[in-house]
Each structure stands twice: as C-alpha cells, then as structure tokens.
T-cell receptor, first 114, second 114 residues
Framework: DTEVTQTPKHLVMGMTNKKSLKCEQH?????MYWYKQKAKKPPELMFV???????INESVPSRFSPECPNSSLLNLHLHALQPEDSALYLCASSPLVGSYNEQFFGPGTRLTVL | QQQVKQSPQSLIVQKGGISIINCAYE??????FPWYQQFPGKGPALLIAIRPDVSEKKEGRFTISFNKSAKQFSLHIMDSQPGDSATYFC?????????????FGKGITLSVRP
C-alpha cells in the first residue's frame, strides 16, 4: 500500500461547527504532515509529527488542533473556523523527517467554511 | 522573502514540444530539490528529485538539470503531451535539522495544446 488516504473528500461547515479531518497511511512512515493549500498557491506547512509527537507547529491558529493517535493515523480537529480558512487541506507522510525522505501527499480534503 | 523562485508563471507548449521550467534558490544549505506535479482537485505527486552532487537526472521524459554554482535547477519535459497539463512546483529542503521542511516555489501552470 503506497498511498495516503484522506476523508472526507469535501466538507462544508459553519463557523460554529466542530469537525475533523482524517488521514491514514500504511507505509510504515514515521513522519506525517498537514498542509493548507489555497487556489493557485503552493502548499503551506501547518504541522509536522515525528514518531507521533508534534515537532513543528507553523504558528497555526488554535482553531486548528492536530492529533496523531498512532503511527498510521493523523487527525485535524476544526473548531470556530473563519471563511478565509476555506482551502484544500493536504496530508502527507514520509519515512522520516528531513534527509532525502520523499513526502507522499494524499488527495486532500476540500473545506468550505460558510 | 521568497527562497525558491520559479519561472515562468505559466507555460503553453504544443504537443510533442519541450517544456522547460526554471527555479532559483537562495539558501545554500538546501541540498534536496524535488519537483511535484499537481492535477486539479488532487494532491501533489513527486515527479523527480535531485541532490546537488549530480548535475542531471533523467526519468523517462522528465529531466532535472542542476547548476550548483548558479543556484538554479530546471525541469525539462520532453515530447510534452496533453496529459502533462498540470501545475508544477519546484521545492527545496535542507537535509538535516529538526526543522527540515520543504520550501515550495509559487508553481507554474503548464498547458500542452493538442
């Protein structure tokens, strides 16, 4: 299995809702990432987990809360989002952080905040 | 400060032609240079990557040329096909360090005309 899966594919939520994005990989990778991508822009790193521990938080607002329950699963909990948070949220994984480790991206969750 | 600059911003090529996308970087600590291809509604996929100890790497129709002294690298797509129409991102990363993360260029939209 050489893919990263993400659910749901699409999500529409109001500013008062609480929702979660899910990411899963079964490649034995020990590094997992959340990125945010706006239309016609490159991915922006949000969080990095290494061995299930948060190693990088790119000063992301607290309304985004990541969680790594185990080495195969990564969640992003969303609460009180703003319309400007609407974007494609990408999950990625790599064998380890850094070095020449290739990052594999999932297909993303298209999030719309009303 | 944009650490990885990509050019041109968009590119239109006839089927069978050569597509050339250029990137320049500033940080001499970068030592891993991947290219990602992204189709609409999909996550980025690694196309090809190069380390600075080689000047060229070829995989099928895709070739990376690397010029360490000029701090530039480029992607050549030979015999371009309509199916190559996508957004292409160059990226760079430092090999070592806990904060070793991908720095992306702005991306270029390639259209291959039939």
């Amino acid at each position: 299995d050489t893919e990263v899966t993400q659910t749901p594919k699409h999500l529409v939520m109001g500013m008062t809702n609480k929702k979660s994005l899910k990411c899963e990989q079964h490649m034995g990778h020990r590094a997992m990432y959340w990125y945010k991508q706006k239309a016609k822009k490159p991915p922006e790193l949000m969080f990095v987990y290494s061995y299930e521990k948060l190693s990088i938080n790119e000063s992301v607002p607290s309304r985004f809360s990541p969680e790594c329950p185990n080495s195969s699963l990564l969640n992003l909990h969303l609460h009180a989002l703003q319309p400007e948070d609407s974007a494609l949220y990408l999950c990625a994984s790599s064998p380890l952080v850094g070095s020449y480790n290739e990052q594999f991206f999932g297909p993303g969750t298209r999030l719309t905040v009303l | 400060q944009q650490q990885v600059k990509q050019s041109p911003q968009s590119l239109i090529v006839q089927k069978g032609g050569i597509s050339i996308i250029n990137c320049a970087y500033e940080n001499t600590a970068f030592d891993y240079f991947p290219w990602y291809q992204q189709f609409p509604g999909k996550g980025p996929a690694l196309l090809i990557a190069i380390r600075p100890d080689v000047s060229e790497k070829k995989e099928g129709r895709f070739t990376i040329s690397f010029n360490k002294s000029a701090k530039q690298f480029s992607l050549h797509i030979m015999d371009s096909q309509p199916g190559d129409s996508a957004t292409y991102f160059c990226a760079a990363r430092k090999r070592h360090g806990a904060n070793s993360k991908l720095t992306f260029g702005k991306g270029i939209t390639l259209s291959v005309r039939p």
